[in-house]
């Protein structure tokens, strides 16, 4: 069944549109993720211009984290406290981003400098995840018990000064290193136009030692209030937002978040790791291929300019 | 006759009939006049749009007084959509990753753009009189005054424009024109799924032999109705609205997702 978008200007079949909304709803909802850096490409390759798909996605991923967070607050999985200073950071991060996204947009080559970034921050980050959680399994074959987190026992960057008591995560820490690590979250997020939790979730398990619980509900929470923010700015700054495409993606991914949810409880901590390391590094290698492989295709059209 | 003389005639009646035919389609008929009718005059994009055929029909009015043509005629429909800048990008090798490194921009160049003829336009009239006339999609592409050489490096750009737009169905040339009577014929063009909304212009050119006899323009626009323009409408006219409304639409459906899901 076809149906025509109003803002993309074409029609789209709706069943292969609810099938990749619900699919990238169920990684969306276990990772903790907005599942952008997936989405994108896939209604990029459907035709639909990538500004269009940009812009309506962050509307979409906003209803998925929503059912994410209700999900994950009635398990108590949910750090608010955390999540709203985290979302004070992004925000701050956003705007930096935008601006910047511009100014490099106006220099030209802003094409190579995403894909660039894509590639080295998914394999950098990727490799880092998917080398610490063969780690972890290996040692956990050879029956090595890896030392936990003790009480009073903190790297450096948590005692720093403004510190708050976050009882979900069990963490009394500074808010200063949440603050910049949501700030650069934002600002990358903004330039690739992607949510940011792919760095997040492995920063708060990494860095922090928050447990993997709380991590992907919160994380869902701050990407819900960035993406509420991101879907006015982009409606009101360049009215690309597709209410038609994003509702389609939003019936499908509110479903299968809802299952994406249960999975994600129910992986082991390592597995989760391990799963999650080899979807981003996935994702980088698929940015390297499309650099370094010759194109099929070496040219591109590209409108711009008013139509009349 | 000979060969060259033939030639020369025909360059000779090519810089006269337009403005011949122009006077005497206004004035009492004693050359061919034509007259064109379009399928439609308003295509409204709904929700279920997904691409449309528009036929032109034309008639061939002559008189007793009109001379009679030596050759059949033939008949070139041209449609041109709305116009808008398209850049053309080519990725090279740099090192070794493949970046875009030459790009071509094409002014003013209609995003929609259909050549439908009863024979190829190639074998209609020759290239000079195909560029007089702007018959073709070649005659379209290729901005007047340039000389040959500068252009021969703009050439790779207008060919992959022509490939490219020809896959995505905007570009359409072919020869299905075909008369149904002597002095009538009929062209259907297809406007693609990806049709931009505006006014296309669509034009019928009548040769002979080579030889230009007579030319109708007529229009149509494409605009969308009910709810794609209404939605189109808040999002130009009160984006916050739009925008809030939006992020409210996300908000209501994942929490009632969660609550029709619900099982613990």
């Not at chain 2, 090279?92 to 003013?108: K, T």
């Not at chain 2, 005659?139 to 000389?147: K, S």
């Amino acid at each position: 069944m076809e149906i025509y978008l109003p803002i993309a200007d074409m029609p789209v079949n709706v069943f292969l549109l609810l099938a990749m909304g619900a699919a990238v709803g169920f990684i969306s909802a276990m990772f903790g993720i907005s599942g952008g850096f997936l989405m994108t490409p896939l209604l990029i390759f459907l035709g639909i211009p990538a500004a269009i798909a940009v812009a309506s996605q962050t509307s979409q991923i906003a209803a998925s984290s929503m059912t994410g967070v209700l999900g994950y607050a009635r398990r108590g999985a949910l750090d608010l406290k955390l999540g709203a200073v985290l979302t004070l950071g992004g925000a701050v991060g956003t705007v930096a981003g935008v601006a910047f996204f511009n100014a490099m947009r106006r220099l030209g080559q802003l094409e190579l400098v995403i894909v660039v970034s894509y590639v080295v921050l998914f394999g950098f980050i990727g490799t880092l995840m998917l080398v610490e959680s063969l780690r972890a399994l290996w040692s956990a074959r050879r029956g090595v018990a890896r030392r936990r987190r003790r009480g009073g026992e903190h790297p450096w960057y948590v005692g720093l000064p403004l510190r708050m008591r976050f009882y979900r995560s069990k963490l009394y820490a500074s808010v200063i290193p949440f603050l910049a690590v949501a700030f650069l979250i934002g600002f990358a997020g903004a330039v690739l136009g992607v949510g940011g939790g792919f760095i997040m979730v492995p920063t708060l398990l990494y860095l922090f030692r928050i447990p993997a619980t709380v991590v992907v509900g919160t994380s869902l929470f701050q990407i819900l209030c960035t993406m509420l923010g991101a879907t006015v700015l982009h409606a009101v700054t360049n009215q690309l937002v597709d209410v038609v495409l994003a509702l389609i993606l939003v019936v499908g991914g509110v479903f299968g978040a809802q299952f994406g949810a249960r999975a994600g409880q129910r992986l082991g901590g390592e597995t989760f790791r391990l799963l999650l390391a080899l979807l981003v590094l996935a994702v980088g290698v698929r940015f390297a291929l499309e650099l370094v492989v010759q194109p099929h295709e070496p040219f591109s059209i590209m409108r711009v300019g008013p139509e009349r | 006759m000979t060969a060259r003389a033939s030639s020369r005639g025909r360059g000779a009646a090519l810089r006269c009939t337009l403005p011949l035919a122009l006077t005497l389609a206004a004035g009492p008929a004693r050359g061919e006049n034509l007259v064109t009718s379009l399928s439609t005059t308003q295509i409204a994009i709904t929700s279920t749009y997904s691409g449309v055929d528009v036929a032109l029909f034309g008639v061939i009015e002559k008189d007793l007084a009109t001379p009679a043509r030596q050759a059949p005629y033939d008949v070139v429909v041209t449609v041109r959509g709305p116009r808008a800048t398209t850049l053309v990008r080519e990725k090279q090798r740099l090192g070794f990753v493949y970046v875009n490194r030459r790009q071509r921009r094409f002014v003013d160049l209609p995003i929609y753009l259909a050549v439908v003829s009863t024979r190829p336009v190639d074998e209609i009239a020759s290239r000079q009189a195909r560029l007089a006339y702007g018959l073709g999609l070649e005659a379209e592409l290729t901005p007047p005054g340039v000389d040959a050489a500068r252009d021969a490096a703009n050439a790779r750009f207008r060919e992959a424009l022509r490939r490219l737009n020809g896959e995505n169905g905007l570009f359409v040339e072919k020869s299905t024109a075909r008369f149904v009577s002597p002095n009538v014929f009929r062209a259907t063009f297809p406007l693609p799924a990806t049709t931009p909304v505006g006014r296309y212009q669509v034009e019928a050119t009548v040769l002979s032999g080579g030889t230009f006899v007579a030319r109708s323009s007529t229009r149509f626009h494409v605009v969308k109705t009910g709810f794609e323009q209404a939605v189109v409408d808040l999002a130009h006219n009160q984006p916050l609205v739009y925008g809030l409304a939006a992020a409210a639409l996300s908000l209501l459906f994942g929490w009632t997702a969660t609550v029709v899901f619900r099982r613990d």
